[in-house]
């Protein structure tokens, strides 16, 4: 598998440098996450105060928790979508410094759910940041496939993997900030049905 762009082909790019810069920004943004968990103790503090502390912090180290697994799994399908490129182009960089740009967002989106967890507009900026994350991954992936940046030797059950996963992400983001932006969490119940079926989806089979 190359990546490297062909003769009188300059619209093709290597795909090492934009690699590169995303793992930058990944391992910046997640270290600066954990920034927001800040024990609040006095100079000599007993067992009580820290007993106390620690309780205080368990919502944010939770929501901390649940941003640094997305982060995970963002990374993961990030550089799973690189592994199945033979090169990119300039379309699909732009889209995919879109997607950079919206996991730089994160920290401040976590800092104001962490000062307004009760707030439905706090958790709405909140999940909205992972919704916006997930847009321009799964269009930077569905242009690739359309432009013919895959490499031909990939499977059409990995590549559907692929598709399947940035879908469910994608549309249970957009559940969720949809669901505290009107105020109404219990419809989060509709993401249900939604794994459900993107699990148990049957994999094209491989064409003989």
């Known amino acids: 598998m190359s990546d490297t762009a062909q003769p009188n082909s300059g619209s093709l790019l290597s795909k090492h440098r934009i690699e590169a810069l995303s793992d930058g920004v990944f391992a910046v943004v997640m270290t600066l996450l954990v920034l927001e968990i800040k024990p609040d103790l006095e100079p000599h503090a007993g067992d009580e105060a820290v007993r106390h502390m620690l309780a205080n912090l ?26 199945m490129l033979r090169h990119t182009n300039p379309v699909h960089t732009g ?40 847009l321009p991954l799964l269009l930077s992936w569905l242009y690739a496939q359309r432009a013919g940046l895959v490499d031909p030797g990939q499977s059409a059950a990995d590549t559907s993997k692929v598709t399947r996963r940035m879908v469910a992400i994608t549309t249970l983001g957009v559940i ?33």
Not at 61 to 83: D, E, G, P, Q
Not at 95 to 121: E, G, K
């Open 58 to 83: 368990a919502r944010p180290f939770l929501a901390f928790t649940f941003a640094f697994l997305l982060s995970c799994i963002f990374w993961n399908l990030h550089h799973r979508k690189f592994a």
């Open 95 to 134: 889209l995919t410094l879109a997607f950079l740009f919206t996991v730089t967002l994160l920290p401040v989106s976590v800092s104001i759910f962490l000062h307004a967890m009760s707030s439905y507009l706090a958790q709405t900026v909140y999940y909205g940041n992972f919704t916006l994350i997930a």
């Open 176 to 208: 969720a900030t949809t669901s505290y932006f009107f105020g109404i969490p219990y419809l989060l119940f509709l993401a249900l049905p939604v794994i459900f079926y993107l699990r148990h989806k049957k994999t094209p089979s491989a064409t003989p």
